[in-house]
């Protein structure tokens, strides 16, 4: 089956347990929460804080009624969101940091082309894995489409497990500058060559004030620094203290926060896996290796492409036949069912890879 036909295997059932944290915000960040037996998609979720949090106007955030809908890898997060959509009329948008990149359909488990002609869907698959996506260009695309009405009369729903871009929903977080292709790249060769303890050192007779925040081998933050000093003639932490506005209503807003049982998220993650094998996923970590990308692009970085990557190194003879797959332990992923990167996502860590 092409991958762009293959309907994506995370299901709305009975085994999801949904999270009702003190407020919708720290259900949405945190850890902690309460566990309650599902109860369908009529239950209200974590709105009982929307009001607690801070003194909001009714007004301040840009976009009303939203739904965010969070959790874990394969937890059924999109297809809870295209249940809602449907019943609603609303529109998805993807806050996923993987699902924003092309080639990746199976690796990172977008929606396919059944689920894409029941409901709108926007943000996926736009942005080339050789670019670096982040937070803040996440943002601007968010606020595009508010800009061009294409969420205006219609319910947005918010899916994915990247807790910063949440953040930047409810928040609002700091505009940083565009970096201009050359200069970024000027300083990953920088850091290659040179290493992250010499940029570090180039960063105190710079900007010593972010050099102090750093630690000598962080490589990837002090490369951020320097690019940022570059492209703009301003200090990162000049940038960090200028914070924008949420882009959400949260008065209006609801949020859903999706923790499943361990055991059984376990399983799905097995059934998952390999039904990306069957679905093409190895051909798809083939057109990644052909670009020869940067390790260090974010897209490079996906739990799934990881692995496939292994599975594609280790189990294809020179005459690419595939050697099945040693056992199933070998089909999970590596990393905590509920992912792992540096920013802060619904359960205390991102959990953008391989997602419903």
Known sequence: MPAGNARSQAIVSPSQRVVLAPTAWEALFARAGVSAPPAGLETSVATSGMKETQEKTA???????????????????????????ERTGGVIVNTD??????????????????DLARAPHFLYGHVHPSIPYSTGAWQRDVVDLIEKKALAGRRPIFVGGTGLYFRALAEGISDMPEIPSHIRERWRHELVERGAPRLHRELMLRDSAMAMQLRPNDGQRIARALEVLDASGRSILTWQGQRGAPLIDRDSARCFVIDPDREILRE?????????IEHGALEEVRQIL?????????????IACVNCRRSWMERWTPARRWNGPRSRQDNMPSANPHGSETSSGPNGKDCCQMKP
């Not at 739904?67 to 969101?81: N, R, V």
């Not at 699902?99 to 396919?112: E, H, N």
């Not at 799905?268 to 990306?276: E, G, L, Q």
């Open 97 to 114: 940091s993987m699902q924003g990149y092309s080639i990746l359909d199976v690796l990172t488990a977008r929606p396919g082309a059944e």
């Open 268 to 276: 799905r993650i097995n059934r998952r896996f390999d039904t990306m």
């Open 59 to 85: 007004d301040e955030g840009r976009v009303k009624d939203a739904i965010l809908i969070a959790g874990p890898t394969a937890s059924g997060k999109s297809a809870l969101a295209l249940e809602i959509a």
């Open 290 to 302: 052909a670009l020869d990308l940067d390790p260090a692009l974010p897209a490079m970085k996906a």
